[in-house]
């Protein structure tokens, strides 16, 4: 078997198309969405995901506005400038770019987010509320797995789904997602005895480790649908994902390249998250 490849980018392109006629919608009625990206310091990689959004918005007609902040920025300073977006009429979605640096409590600031501008769904009200299955707002790369899977056109209901990864913006909530679809759902992680004879129960399985080609055909059973979230850069600087894409390609059904997979849908995810925080905070 060589599995499907899930084109993100595709699929990407696909919502992202269906969100530019929404907006051009809410335009119609005098409403622009609208995002602000605060981004502290000047780490390399913050600053490309940072440009990465803004494109993103620019292309389906989305405001957006990038405030920098040096690395010196106090927590009283940033979480000032987070109330002056928690008011600002014209921005529907706060988003600060993590990580910040270590005198920086990012708790104390996502907690200072209004939670219906959390458009990271981070904050402590949207995780309850995704928990118990209450209209969050949800966090932008499970939401965006969740739709990718959807996408295979494959019920999800009754299904084994094994995540490997149990961090608070991709294992734990994509886990509770696949839960509220009815699939039977293991969580892995470091401590997991034998990962191996977990993953290969998996009719789903969803790596999100952060190590470099972890998974190998040997983890899959034969007709999965392999969703690898990790990124990771080679020694010779090529990025790549958890799981070994070629071999795992002959045994899965689908399967998610890196880059191309899930990436591009994080930020769709995004932008789809503004424009719910746009119509609700309008009411609209
Ligand atoms: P974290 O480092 O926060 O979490 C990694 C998780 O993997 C932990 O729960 C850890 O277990 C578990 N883990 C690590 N090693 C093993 C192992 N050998 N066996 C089983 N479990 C293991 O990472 P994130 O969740 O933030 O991100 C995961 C990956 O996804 C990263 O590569 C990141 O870059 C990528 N990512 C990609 C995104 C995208 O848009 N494409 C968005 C977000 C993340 P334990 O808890 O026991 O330590």
Redesign the pocket.
């Known amino acids: 078997m060589s599995a499907t490849i899930l084109d993100g980018k595709e699929i990407a392109a696909d919502i992202r198309s269906e969100i530019k006629s929404e907006v051009e919608e809410l335009k119609q009625k005098g409403i622009t969405p609208g995002l602000t990206v605060v981004l502290v310091g000047d780490n390399p990689a913050s600053q490309s995901y940072v440009r990465a959004k803004a494109r993103a918005c620019e292309e389906v007609g989305i405001y957006s506005e990038v405030i920098r902040k040096p690395s010196t920025i106090t927590q009283q300073e940033l979480l000032d400038q987070i109330a002056d977006l928690n008011e600002n009429p014209n921005i529907h979605g706060i988003l600060v770019q993590l990580p910040l640096p270590d005198h920086i409590s990012e708790r104390a600031v996502i907690d200072a987010i209004r939670v219906e501008k959390d458009v990271d769904g981070f904050h402590p009200l949207n995780v309850g509320n995704l928990v118990i299955g209450n209209g969050a707002m949800l966090p932008c ?1 499970p939401y965006g797995i969740i739709e990718m899977i959807k996408r295979t056109g494959t019920e999800i209901a009754g299904k084994n789904a094994v995540v ?4 608070n ?3 734990k909530p994509v886990s509770m997602l696949l839960l509220h679809e009815n699939a039977t759902v293991s969580i ?5 005895r034998d ?1 191996k004879e977990m993953t290969r129960q998996a009719d789903i399985l969803v790596v ?4 470099e080609g ?1 998974v190998g055909k040997e983890h899959i059973k034969p007709g999965a649908i392999v969703i690898d ?4 850069r080679t020694a010779e600087g090529k990025l790549t994902g ?1 799981v070994r894409f070629d071999e795992a390609r002959e045994v899965a059904s689908y399967i998610t390249p890196v880059p191309g997979g ?2 591009p849908m ?1 930020i769709t995810m995004l932008l789809k998250n503004t424009l719910t925080a746009a119509k609700q905070i309008e009411s609209v």
Request: net charge positive; aromatic share 0%; charged share 15%.
């Open positions: 790369t490997v990864g149990r961090s913006i991709v294992g892995c992680h470091s401590r997991t990962l999100a480790a952060g190590r972890m979230v990790g990124v990771n958890d899930v990436g994080t």
